[in-house]
């Protein structure tokens, strides 16, 4: 089993850019696609980006995903921060055993 | 537009079984290259994946929840459903149904969630 280890908090300015990083712990994370989701205060989570770096139709293209080999890592970058974009964001991926693995979870703060 | 739809007891008491059902709607449960899967979400705490099925009945489970739980599928009533047994207040937590999407095991659409509560 393996995990996926994000930072716990992130914040930045309106009209900025904000990396959140994703790290596997073991396997590549090439090896198998990423997926991230952004869940506001009491909703269920939404997919804002699927397969590393494709987005679902609706999703703005201030959301970018990517993953790095060299440092193991998926990232999901937002440019051009709106305070609508503050909320938690969770990774996710997977392995032949275990369908779902979730990262703990990135609570970005726009202030 | 697919619908997933949450329905079941809100409070369960300590060892007993926790039984949620998902009714799938705008869609059929039987399309391939989906699986259908349940997550959880313990208050105030990140995503947890408890384990997705086919519409054959092929499983999938968490191997830290596996010897709980059991997800089975009826397709005549467009409907997948989650056992979790010897249930303990560490269970207590949003439970959300989502349409696993085989290729990429991405979960889209989720349903909006229900709070399942473990106590006496």
């Known amino acids: 089993n393996f995990m996926l280890t994000q930072p716990h908090s992130v914040s930045e300015s309106p009209g900025k850019t904000v990396t959140i990083s994703c790290t596997r712990s073991s396997g590549s994370i090439a090896s198998n696609y990423v997926q991230w989701y952004q869940q506001r205060p009491g909703s269920a989570p939404t997919t804002v980006i699927y397969e590393d770096n494709q987005r679902p139709s609706g999703v703005p293209d201030r959301f970018s995903g990517s993953i790095d080999s060299s440092s193991n890592s998926a990232s999901l970058t937002i440019s051009g921060l709106k305070t609508e974009d503050e909320a938690d964001y969770y990774c996710?991926?997977?392995?032949?055993?275990?369908?779902?693995?979730f990262g703990g979870g990135t609570k970005l703060t726009v202030l | 537009q697919l619908q997933l739809q949450e329905s079941g007891p809100g409070l369960v008491k300590p060892s007993e079984t926790l039984s949620l059902t998902c009714t799938v709607s705008g869609g059929s449960i039987s399309s391939s290259s989906y699986y259908w899967g349940w997550i959880r979400q313990p208050p105030g705490k990140g995503l947890e994946w408890i384990g997705s099925i086919y519409y054959s009945g092929s499983t999938y489970y968490n191997p830290s929840l596996k010897s709980r739980v059991t997800i089975s599928v009826d397709t005549s009533k467009n409907q997948f459903s989650l056992k979790l047994s010897s249930v303990t207040a560490a269970d207590t937590a949003v439970y959300y149904c989502a349409r696993d999407i085989e290729w990429a095991n991405w979960f889209d659409p989720w349903g909006q969630g229900t709070l399942v509560t473990v106590s006496s």
């Open positions: 996710q991926s997977y392995d032949s055993s275990n369908r779902g693995v």
